[in-house]
């Protein structure tokens, strides 16, 4: 794991920062991170390696903007999203991950095509956000996405931008949101040998990549007016969701 020739160190540095960048609010860079890993490791071992970073982030974002979350959210979310992972834990264990790289892209392009639809005309489907059955699809298929691909921060950010949560408190709750989910899934990676001392020596190697690109991310998600911030987090994810598609 550690004779690596120079490109793929670039990639896990570059995939370091995208973590990074991805807690700071922007969150369809994540599937930048995603590549770059999965070139390097493989699409299936790249998740645990991908995973302790992960945690990374997610601790610097709690303690940098954790104190706007909304928590009403983060218990709404949670309880779909651990049965999806339980769902995606299974599967992982026994089915090429890949074959649903194509699927869980294609959802979350039809979920940035209804809240495009929702922008246009905000009194559409103004009350489908706050429904139960709308949290617990997208909790479900956010579980399920982050066993397979570590792929669930789009879908999730566009859950909190459907709710019409101001950005401030759109970056908090799904920082808290994540480092819960992404605590408990470590028993999971670690019984399907996702997780080794080599694989948390190369994490522990990369974890200035991400502070630096979280820090650079608040910086950028501070200048942007609510609209544009609201209008890029769409683009973002939505080519996330192309590229995770392509990349089966």
Request: charge should be positive; glycine fraction near 10%; hydrophobic fraction near 60%.
């Amino acid at each position: 794991m550690f004779d690596l020739p120079t490109s793929s160190w670039l990639l896990l540095l570059l995939g370091g920062f995208a973590v990074g960048m991805s807690k700071s609010g922007l969150a369809g860079v994540s599937l930048v991170q995603v590549l770059a890993f999965a070139v390097v490791f493989g699409a299936k071992q790249s998740t645990g390696v991908l995973l302790p970073l992960l945690i990374v982030g997610d601790c610097c974002a709690v303690w940098l903007v954790g104190r706007d979350v909304v928590w009403s959210y983060v218990v709404k979310l949670l309880p779909p999203t651990l049965l999806g992972v339980v769902i995606g834990w299974l599967l992982l264990g026994r089915l090429d991950e890949s074959a649903f790289r194509p699927f869980i892209g294609g959802l979350v392009l039809a979920l940035c095509g209804g809240q495009l639809l929702r922008m246009w005309r905000a009194d559409l489907y103004a009350q489908v956000p706050h429904t139960r059955v709308f949290a617990w699809g997208t909790g479900i298929l956010s579980g399920v996405a982050t066993m397979l691909a570590n792929a669930a921060g789009p879908i999730v950010a566009l859950y909190l931008l459907a709710v019409a949560l101001p950005k401030n408190r759109l970056v908090a709750t799904a920082a808290w949101f994540f480092l819960i989910l992404n605590l408990t899934k470590i028993p999971f990676s670690a019984s399907l040998g996702l997780i080794s001392p080599k694989s948390l020596l190369i994490d522990v190697m990369l974890a200035p990549c991400v502070l630096a690109g979280l820090v650079t991310g608040r910086a950028v998600v501070r200048k942007i007016p609510q609209k544009l911030f609201d209008t890029l987090l769409l683009v973002f994810t939505a080519v996330a969701a192309v590229r995770l598609m392509l990349s089966s």
